[in-house]
Every structure is written in structure tokens, then in C-alpha cells.
């Protein structure tokens, strides 16, 4: 339940869109470093493949197309779990260690403790959580494994671009912000783990403007939860009241029936 | 047996016995699943994946029998009369020490409110419970929204069974017995049920 992100020590991702080729090295090689199985994609008329996450894609480059003077422009848009700051994932899993925030202020997971809920799939402000064949939570963990050790993560391993860069959260930000980048994902829930920079406004590269817990699951989480909970004690309460005070209607049996046997 | 009148049935009583069961089944085993303070009510049910196995067993078994226990008794409760009023205007006579006389029929209106309560809960606690079961086949609002009405719905029947259970048992002494065994004392229907008392006893004078 407490979920506090040790903000000057959190790594992260700063993705600067504008040095995205599109290449997907970093799709490959998380598929690569994760061992994960080749999904089996259609050709739908885009270059993007795939066309979403999956339980073996947790990253992918979301080509986003637009035309502007009959010319058409590509955005490319990495797309993974973003390791917020408040997570709603974590907010709802029932299940301890199941979603858990390693001492770098990563969003990781152990699929032997999930319970296969599927509420962070509910809660995920940007519906990223899938479930694996046996009914497991599955997602970017950020190459936790890796970092740990010391190392990058594959997909920002792997990027010939330096568009994934990776490292201390804050230090990432303020090398952003001193080249004078517009930056996504600052404060937004707790801070996102994964930063963007953008040149335009995040709409424009189908991010939300305004990325939020989704509204019923904070009015279950903070708002039902504690009235719950005050609820049921109170009414517990307020029977003993009314026992001590009013107290129960007690009925005389025995007034037209004396001597007969009580039911 | 003079002195006693049946109030409930045997399968009534074994029906509303299968309700409660699953009732506190669900509660025990939906608890870790409302909240991570209660994970420790996982512990009962050798961890939370078994828990919400049991959550899911239990939910269909009082589904259905909470709703047959509601549509046994649908006529008797949807109906409200003027003695029906009064008593609401007076709280039912709990608010005060003083005598109160009700003209009151098998059910008092709060009973009645809670059987239409229970029936309501049940309807949506089920339908969200199908949406929470299966999250991946309906849309996310959807399964966000159900959580949500799962959750109020959950606090709104503990709190009301937690008066269900006070006035069937001290609050109202001989009360507990209808339950049990199917019978009430002769006096005890005159005082709190007098017009449903008037029609068993017309029947069998």
C-alpha cells in the first residue's frame, strides 16, 4: 500500500521523440533479453507492427502519421509501461510482492505471487498490463535484472540513437530541460519513470494530456475504502448504543399464557 | 406448540441459511481482495489465488439463492401501507424507551427495506462480479465502474447486515428463534407483527 518513490534515487527513461528513427532495435532486443516468443502480426496498411502491446511485446514504437502539406510525417512514439510514481497498478493489487517498486523506483512484478485479478489492468492510467498464457501480469519491469546488476536495459541498450536514454531520473530531467526540451511525464503521477521529449503537445503523439489514476478507481480506492471501513465500525457502534442506551424490546410472554410452556 | 406460531418454513429457513453461509464466505474471501489491509484474511483460504476461487464459488451459490430468497418473497416486501408509514414516522419505535403499537403485517418496513435492499445488492453485486470476473473480455470503463459499485455495494449489505443481525437477535429477544426453528412466541407476534398475527390465528383459532 505505501507506495513512496525514493524520487532522487529513481531511474528511468528519457525518450526523446525527435531522435526516433523507427528502427525497433529496442523492440528486439527487449524481446531478445526477456526471452520472449515472436507474436504472429497481419499486415493492416502501416509500418507499425505490432499494433499493441502484448504479453510478449512489452515495448513497441508507435508510429504515429500525419500529413501536413500533402507530405506525410512519422512520429515515432516509445511505448512501454511507465513506471509512474503513483502507481495505479500497485494501488489496486491485492496480492503482496506480487507488483512491487525496487530501491531504483522501478514498477517490477513476480509472476509467482500474482493472483491473476487483472485489476492493475483496470487501474493502469495507461492500460499496459497484459496477461501471459498461464494467466500472469506481464509488462516492461525495466530490465530489472539488469539494472540491478549495474547495466542498461536491453531496449536502451540496443538503441543506435541514444532516443532511450537511460539513468537517474532527475539527472536525465535536467540535461532535458537545460537543452531547453518540452518535457512529458514530470509531475503526473508522482512523476513518470519514463520521461518524453516532446516537440509539440502530447496529444499530438497520442499521449494524455492529463494521464490520471482512472476516476473509479480512486473513488474505490480513497474515497469507499475509508468510508468502508468507518461504516462498518460505525454501525457496529451504533447497535451497541442503542443497545446500552434504548436497549431491546423485550417482550412479557407469559402475560395470557401463564404456566404453559414457552415456545 | 400452543404457545408458539410458525413463522418460517423449513426450506425457507434452510434457504435463508445457504444465503447467509455464502454471505460470510464472500466476506472473508472478499476482504483481502477490497483491500491490502485485510490481506491477512488470505491466510484462510491458503492464499489470495485460492481466496478468489472461493470468492467465485461462493458469489454464484448466493447469487442464486439470495435471488430466490428475494423472489420467494417479493410480494410480501414491495409493498408499503399507511401502518406501514406510520411505523417509518416513528423509526419503528427503537428511538425511544417508550411503548410503541404498530399495526404492522408479516414484514415491518424496515424489514422490508432490507429484503429490497438485499435484492438490489445481489443483482449488482452478481452482474459487476461477471464483468470483475472476466476484466480482458469487456471494456475497461466497464470493469473500472463494476470494481467500483462492487466495492459500495460490499459496504452498504455489511452495514446493513450488521443491524439485520442486532435486531434479529438482542434487539428484539425471541426474535432469533423464527430462524432457528421456525416458531415464534404467541405473544411476541401480537406485539410486533399484530395484523400478520390476526390472519395465521383467524386461519387457526
Not at chain 1, 491485492?94 to 512491487?100: D, F, M, T, V
Not at chain 1, 494524455?208 to 468510508?227: E, M, R, V
Not at chain 2, 481482495?33 to 491466510?43: A, C
Not at chain 2, 449489505?157 to 437477535?169: E, G, P, S
Request: net charge positive; proline share 4%.
Amino acid at each position: 500500500m505505501a507506495d513512496n518513490v525514493n524520487q532522487a534515487a529513481r531511474k528511468g527513461f528519457l525518450v526523446d521523440t525527435a531522435r526516433c528513427i523507427g528502427c525497433r532495435s529496442c523492440q528486439v532486443a527487449c524481446k531478445q533479453w526477456n526471452k520472449l516468443d515472436a507474436d504472429k502480426t497481419a499486415n493492416q496498411g502501416t509500418f507499425e507492427n505490432p499494433r499493441d502491446l502484448t504479453p510478449a511485446l512489452y515495448n513497441r514504437i508507435r508510429f504515429v502519421e500525419s500529413e501536413t502539406g500533402g507530405t506525410v510525417n512519422w512520429q515515432f512514439v516509445s511505448e512501454r509501461c511507465m513506471h509512474c510514481g503513483e502507481a495505479g497498478c500497485m494501488k489496486v493489487c491485492p496480492s503482496p510482492g506480487a507488483l512491487y517498486r525496487t530501491k531504483d523506483g522501478i514498477v517490477a512484478y513476480n509472476k509467482e505471487k500474482c493472483i491473476s485479478c487483472k485489476y492493475c489492468v483496470s487501474a493502469c492510467p495507461f492500460n499496459v498490463p497484459r496477461y501471459d498464457s498461464n494467466d500472469k501480469v506481464s509488462k516492461c519491469h525495466l530490465c530489472t535484472d539488469r539494472v540491478s546488476g549495474g547495466m542498461a536495459p536491453a531496449c536502451s541498450k540496443a538503441c543506435p540513437t541514444e532516443a532511450l536514454k537511460f539513468g537517474n531520473r532527475n539527472q536525465l530531467i535536467a540535461a532535458a530541460k537545460a537543452a531547453k526540451k518540452t518535457i512529458y511525464g514530470l509531475d503526473s503521477l508522482g512523476g513518470l519513470g519514463v520521461a518524453y521529449a516532446l516537440e509539440g503537445p502530447p496529444e499530438k503523439y497520442g499521449l494524455l494530456a492529463n494521464p490520471q489514476i482512472p476516476t473509479a478507481i480512486f473513488l474505490w480506492k480513497d474515497i469507499i475504502k475509508p468510508l468502508g471501513i468507518l461504516g462498518f465500525w460505525g454501525s457496529i457502534g451504533a447497535m451497541v448504543l442503542h443497545y446500552v442506551t434504548i436497549g431491546p424490546k423485550r417482550i412479557e410472554e407469559d402475560v395470557d399464557n401463564k404456566g404453559e410452556n414457552h415456545g | 406448540m400452543a404457545n408458539s406460531i410458525e413463522r418460517f418454513s423449513t426450506s425457507e429457513r434452510v434457504l435463508h441459511w445457504v444465503v447467509t453461509a455464502s454471505f460470510f464466505t464472500l466476506l472473508l474471501s472478499g476482504l483481502g481482495l477490497y483491500s491490502r489491509l485485510f490481506t491477512g484474511y488470505f491466510n484462510l483460504f491458503g492464499g489470495g489465488g485460492n481466496a478468489s476461487l472461493v470468492h467465485k464459488v461462493a458469489g454464484v451459490i448466493f447469487f442464486f439463492s439470495s435471488l430466490a430468497m428475494f423472489l420467494l418473497h417479493l410480494r410480501d416486501v414491495a409493498s408499503f401501507d399507511r401502518d406501514d408509514r406510520e411505523w417509518f414516522a416513528k423509526g419503528g419505535g427503537y428511538l425511544s424507551r417508550g411503548e410503541n403499537h404498530f399495526n404492522i403485517g408479516k414484514y415491518n418496513p424496515g424489514q422490508k427495506l432490507f429484503a429490497l435492499f438485499v435484492g438490489i445488492a445481489t443483482l449488482v453485486l452478481g452482474i459487476t462480479g461477471i464483468f470483475i470476473w472476466s476484466p480482458l473480455s469487456f471494456s475497461r470503463w466497464v470493469v473500472q465502474l463494476s470494481l467500483l459499485l462492487h466495492g459500495t455495494m460490499f459496504v452498504g449489505a455489511v452495514m446493513f447486515v450488521v443491524v439485520h443481525v442486532y435486531l434479529a437477535t438482542i434487539g428484539n429477544p425471541g426474535t432469533i428463534g423464527a430462524m432457528l426453528y421456525g416458531f415464534v412466541g404467541r405473544r411476541w407476534a401480537k406485539v410486533h407483527h399484530p395484523k400478520w398475527y390476526r390472519e395465521v390465528t383467524d386461519d387457526n383459532p
